[in-house]
Nanobody, 114 residues
Framework: QVQLVESGGGLAQPGESLKLSCKAS????????MAWYRQAPGKQREVVAR??????NYADSVKDRFTISGDNAKMTVDLQINSLNPEDTAVYYC?????????WGQGTQVTVSS
């Protein structure tokens, strides 16, 4: 199985920045999926950033503010978040797939408020 630990979230004011990190371990070779999801209370989970085939893709609501990166040797996937706004408040996840099973950690909470 795969263990995932998301970190870096917390309380922030509008306009500030945060860097989230996802550390994977267990029965996995590198970070096979490179994507970040988020889910706000009462809302469906959405993909906010994804990297594949050499290109990064972002949801319209976060484009130009979020940057995804990864390191297969360290088995980490990071998400740099700039210019935070209250709509970014959510639990952020970095899932991984191993042997056709998707694994999810407990996520890291980002709360943006004055």
């Amino acid at each position: 199985q795969v263990q995932l630990v998301e970190s870096g979230g917390g309380l922030a004011q509008p306009g500030e920045s945060l860097k989230l990190s996802c550390k994977a371990s267990g029965s996995i070779r590198g970070v096979n999926m490179m994507a970040w999801y988020r889910q706000a209370p009462g809302k469906q989970r959405e993909v906010v950033a994804r990297f594949s085939y050499g290109d990064s893709n972002y949801a319209d609501s976060v484009k130009d503010r979020f940057t995804i990166s990864g390191d297969n040797a360290k088995m980490t996937v990071d998400l740099q978040i700039n210019s935070l706004n209250p709509e970014d408040t959510a639990v952020y996840y970095c899932p991984q797939r191993s042997r056709e099973i998707d694994y999810w950690g407990q996520g890291t909470q980002v709360t943006v408020s004055s």
